[in-house]
């Protein structure tokens, strides 16, 4: 049974930096292609960033040159470094793996 448990959410301040992170188990992981997606209230869930198995890496256009994904094989981790928050980035979170599972969810508030 494959099992993804996110990390490192929490509430900060615009213009600060949080870092998610998602390990992975019962999976190949080394294989699969793995993605930060968020949902804010009221609105659809959204795909941040993705990075394929070889290391090809999607960001959102809203994201991109604030955030960076990352992946070790070795222990089953991906990680999302977020820099720059800005209040419209406040969502929940969630870690994918091969599109088809997912992590619960962590809350990221951007809020002075």
């Known amino acids: 049974q494959v099992q993804l448990v996110e990390s490192g959410g929490g509430l900060v301040q615009p213009g600060g930096s949080l870092r998610l992170s998602c390990v992975a188990s019962?999976?190949?992981?080394?294989?699969?292609?793995m993605g930060w997606y968020r949902q804010a209230p009221g609105k659809q869930r959204e795909l941040v960033a993705l990075m394929s198995s070889g290391g090809r890496t999607i960001y959102a256009d809203s994201v991109k040159g604030r955030f960076t994904i990352s992946r070790d094989n070795a222990k089953s981790t991906l990680e999302l470094q977020m820099n720059s928050l800005k209040p419209e980035d406040t969502a929940v979170y969630y870690c994918n793996e091969d599109s088809i599972y997912w992590g619960q969810g962590i809350q990221v508030t951007v809020s002075s």
């Open positions: 019962g999976s190949i992981f080394s294989i699969n292609a």
